[in-house]
């Protein structure tokens, strides 16, 4: 075996662990990144967003997931359906009035989802609501059926 040989050898078998060390290092860093980034949120919770971004005494459309959040003043949370207890038909918060109203037949509910005006017999249904660390979770596909309102469907932090 010549000189060149044993050069080249050793310069291939150094390279292969180099190449190996780094492509351990880049496995572990893309692990770290990975659980960086995880939430540990469930995948059948929808994540509205940390508490701090909602003041108190104002109601949070979510359309798309089909609910309002409505920070109380006393800093509870109600994750309210938009689906009037009547037919069907979407509430919609009304600021001025601080209302939800129903456009169908003229329905109308308090800012936690109980009756004001019929033809709605029952107060608008819950989402119940997780909060960990700080966010809030909202579970979407379970909406709660309620007469009408009372505290123990407040969630608090
Ligand atoms: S569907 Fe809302 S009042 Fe009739």
Redesign the pocket.
């Known amino acids: 075996m010549s000189f060149i040989e044993k050069i080249t050898r050793r310069s291939f078998i150094k390279k292969a662990i180099i190449t190996a060390i780094s492509l351990e290092l880049a496995y572990v860093f893309i692990n770290l990144l990975k659980k960086g980034s995880e939430t540990n949120v469930p995948a059948n919770l929808f994540e509205a967003g940390d508490i701090e971004l909602f003041e108190k005494g104002k109601i949070y459309p979510f359309s798309a997931q089909r609910f309002y959040l409505s920070r109380l003043q006393d800093g509870g949370f109600m994750a309210i359906s938009t689906k009037?207890?009547?037919?069907?038909?979407t509430?919609q918060f009304k600021n001025k009035d601080n209302k939800f109203m129903?456009?169908?037949?003229?329905?109308a509910f308090s800012v936690n989802g109980e009756v004001l005006a019929?033809?709605?017999t029952r107060a608008l249904d819950l989402f119940p609501i997780t909060i960990v660390n700080d966010k809030i979770l909202v579970d979407t596909n379970n909406p709660q059926r309620r007469d009408k309102h009372n505290k123990s469907q407040i969630t608090y932090a």
Request: net charge neutral; glycine share 6%.
């Open positions: 009037c207890t009547h037919l069907g038909c509430v129903c456009p169908c037949h003229a329905s019929p033809p709605a």
